[in-house]
T-cell receptor
Framework: GAVVSQHPSRVICKSGTSVKIECRSL??????MFWYRQFPKQSLMLMAT?????????EQGVEKDKFLINHASLTLSTLTVTSAHPEDSSFYIC???????????FGSGTRLTVV | QKEVEQNSGPLSVPEGAIASLNCTYS??????FFWYRQYSGKSPELIMF????GDKEDGRFTAQLNKASQYVSLLIRDSQPSDSATYLC????????????FGTGTQLKVEL
């Protein structure tokens, strides 16, 4: 089945620094990837849709200058949290659609802690 | 009104019983529906998806879709302790391309 690799799985950073999270589709090409954020005991909230070769589409309320998304190739999307603050601490998860008949596969997630 | 609604639970069932998880959605234009399982601290795993009215079976899991009632359910037969997790229902957004909207999830506890 489809595999989406995400790393790092866990990162601790100081307030004010930037963190980059990578999401790769290992055995299929993904023209579209999605980035979610999940706070404890809450559901997944879509942050943005990452489109290969074009700008990401951000959900309402998500700061595009703070959460930089780059979809450099058909198998790689990155999310950079810039000038991170403690309130950015969360579980960030990417997903990719293999095709309409296969559903969406999630990466393993990145636990970000900003201290 | 939330777009995808689930009872947060916890839903407790004895081992070997059938667990029934329910989900309603508000967007009549939603076409595809997904059930994911999420263990604590882990990312969601796809269990199955359904886009036609009726039942779809895969092993111990059966998804049911009723578009007239805007209702999706997941039945887990012969529930096992390892099925204890949070189950997330998701729907594609009509007119929103291929974005998924998630419910808040139902916590399932399978007791010995």
């Amino acid at each position: 089945g489809a595999v989406v690799s995400q790393h790092p799985s866990r990162v601790i950073c100081k307030s004010g620094t930037s963190v980059k999270i990578e999401c790769r589709s290992l055995d299929f090409q993904a023209t579209t990837m999605f980035w979610y954020r999940q706070f404890p005991k809450q559901s997944l909230m879509l942050m943005a849709t990452s489109n290969e070769g074009s700008k990401a589409t951000y959900e309402q309320g998500v700061e595009k200058d703070k959460f930089l998304i780059n979809h450099a190739s058909l198998t790689l999307s990155t999310l950079t949290v810039t000038s991170a603050h403690p309130e950015d601490s969360s579980f960030y998860i990417c997903s990719a659609e293999q095709g309409a008949s296969y559903g969406y596969t999630f990466g393993s997630g990145t636990r970000l802690t900003v201290v | 009104q939330k777009e995808v609604e689930q009872n947060s639970g916890p839903l407790s069932v004895p081992e070997g019983a059938i667990a029934s998880l329910n989900c309603t959605y508000s967007d009549r234009g939603s076409q595809s529906f997904f059930w994911y399982r999420q263990y604590s601290g882990k990312s969601p795993e796809l269990i199955m998806f359904i886009y036609s009215n009726g039942d779809k079976e895969d092993g111990r899991f059966t998804a049911q879709l009723n578009k007239a009632s805007q209702y999706v359910s997941l039945l887990i037969r012969d529930s096992q302790p390892s099925d204890s997790a949070t189950y997330l229902c998701a729907a594609t957004a009509a007119g929103g391309g291929n974005k998924l909207t998630f419910g808040t999830g139902t916590q399932l506890k399978v007791e010995l």
